[in-house]
């Protein structure tokens, strides 16, 4: 395991001096209260690396890679605070010194992590999600910037109770209120209980999703109340108050077996228009870090790097396809709605419904929740739970379940999958995000596993994968199930050849099992 300190890297530098100018800083948890040069050097931290973080964050959205800024924002308060108990333990006595993390797409936090130990240049941090830049958007065990891979959300927590009961030390695992809604995080609650591992999370609750306010898709759904209901000791406090924050940290490490700290805060603190806003999700805009960057005292010559950012052109011209791109993740939602426009009023309600897993954005579902919100049920992050309740409500041969999410995560639903084909339920199936795309996060986001759900039982022929615009309409009435698979990126329109005409015209009609 990697021992964290603060050791200025000799490598190139970043125009925020996060790593020169960092305070060290040593924290005993026994003592649940800060001195005030502690209290001093910890505020002073936080707030450079919140400063460093969105300048970093920024450059994916200035090279078109997307990214991510509100939840490594949030957790710096705990990461500065954590690195401040771990400088008090330099041999790793007792702590392993590795930062877990459960919510995946907080990686700019592992990076920044990876510029402070000198495991690579700081510099590199303005290369974020770019291709082949070795800061994928996911933290990933294949590249020097990565302590471990995150997998997909929520897949973390068993796995560090592995690490606790291997090792015998302390393990922390960074943790969220979204993360926090897999079922997987239930069952190692039950399991380190049960193990009285020693391990602490803590939890940045910012009651914030992709698509909004955790607590207004899950409104009775309690992440203390739930953990503790499981066994373990539960320490609360208001994430933005360093002193509370250290305070139930230090408390959730007293406490002998598994703890957690669950901090409550607003997404992007002091970040004006993100703040409690689920744009703070995603990569902060080039204007919106500009403007507090601004407010923070930087001048041109560290926001104006943003302006100079461009985003990879490929330069060749493709035979054979048009110019005119579209996105066939969009297309699916509005295929949906098209089949769903020709029954009559009521039908829809009583035979179709739509649930989707917090990524109803990226997989078209958000253009059936507004033409057709009777069919449209907003769920948590619960991909296995929402499939199977998708697929019960086609249990009955004149329904039909819809369920979306991204390729990568289909893995998570193969056993559920296999009950839908066993109980030959109506469900359709999309899965976005599917194979290569032209950013680099290879295990989260994108899927390259697709024909492997192609394994269906031999009593079910009709269990199939799709590739295609058109398919939708063709196979919505379809039974059994039936799995749709789209890029993430916008793609041409094949054409005839010397023409500009599309090879699939407006008489092109699919149809299942012929060879195109």
């Known amino acids: 395991m990697t021992i964290i300190t603060n050791a200025n890297s000799q490598q190139a530098k970043f125009p925020i001096p996060f790593i020169e100018n960092y305070k060290h800083v040593v924290l005993d948890p026994v003592k649940t209260e800060l001195t005030e040069d502690q209290r001093d050097a910890l505020k002073h931290n936080i707030q450079l690396w919140r400063d460093a973080m969105v300048l970093f964050t920024a450059s994916g959205n200035a090279r078109g890679v997307a990214g991510h800024t509100g939840g490594p924002f949030d957790s710096v308060v705990e990461l500065c605070i954590l690195l401040g108990i771990l400088a008090g333990d330099p041999d790793g006595e007792k702590y392993v010194h590795t930062l877990f993390d459960e919510a995946g797409h907080r990686v700019p936090i592992q990076y920044m992590l990876a510029a402070f130990r000198g495991k690579i240049p700081a510099s590199s941090l303005l290369t974020y999600r770019a291709a082949y830049s070795g800061l994928p958007g996911h933290p990933e065990l294949n590249h020097p910037s990565a302590d471990f891979s995150s997998g997909r959300l929520g897949h973390m927590w068993p796995f560090v109770n592995g690490v606790a009961l291997s090792e015998k030390k302390t393990v922390f695992c960074l943790g969220s209120d979204g993360a926090q809604q897999e079922g997987n995080d239930v069952e190692a609650a039950r399991l380190a209980v049960n193990f009285k591992l020693d391990v602490k999370l803590i939890i940045d609750d910012n009651n914030m999703t992709v698509i909004g306010p955790s607590r207004d898709v899950l409104p009775d759904f ?48 002091g970040i004006e228009v993100l703040e409690g806003s689920n744009h703070g999700h995603d ?27 461009q985003g990879a052109k490929d330069p060749r011209v493709y035979q054979g396809s048009s110019k005119e791109k579209e996105g066939n993740r969009y297309v699916f939602g509005h295929a949906v709605n098209a089949c769903l426009d020709e029954l009559a009023p009521g ?100 899927g390259v596993n697709g024909f492997f759900l192609d394994n269906g039982l031999e009593e079910a022929p009709e269990n199939k994968p799709y590739f295609c615009r058109e398919v939708v309409k063709r196979i919505f009435w379809d039974k059994g199930l039936r799995t749709v698979f789209s890029t993430r990126s916008k793609v041409p329109y094949i054409l005839k050849e010397n023409s500009e005409d599309r090879f699939y015209g407006p008489d092109y009609v699919f149809e299942p099992g012929k060879d195109e």
């Open 222 to 269: 309690d992440i203390a109340k739930t953990l503790a209901a499981e066994g373990l000791a539960v320490f609360e406090a208001n994430g933005e108050d360093v002193d509370a924050a250290y305070a139930a940290i230090s408390k959730t490490i007293q406490h002998k077996g598994p703890a957690c700290a669950i901090l409550h805060r607003l997404i992007c603190p």
């Open 347 to 446: 039908e829809a309600e009583r035979r179709v419904t739509v649930i989707d897993s917090d990524l109803q954005l990226s997989t078209g579902l958000s253009f059936i929740r507004k033409e057709h919100p009777e069919v449209f049920h907003n769920s948590g992050i619960m991909e296995r739970a929402n499939l199977s309740c998708a697929a019960g409500f086609g249990f009955n041969n004149d329904k039909q379940g819809i369920f979306a999410t991204f390729t990568a995560f289909s893995e998570m639903c193969l056993s559920e999958m296999t009950m839908a084909r066993l109980n030959y339920a109506n469900l359709l199936c999309h899965f976005s995000h599917s194979g290569c795309d032209d950013m680099a996060d290879n295990t989260c986001h994108f």
């Open 283 to 309: 990569a902060i805009s080039v204007d919106h870090a500009v403007k507090y960057l601004k407010k923070r005292g930087y001048g041109p010559e560290i926001y104006g790097i943003l302006h100079e950012m």
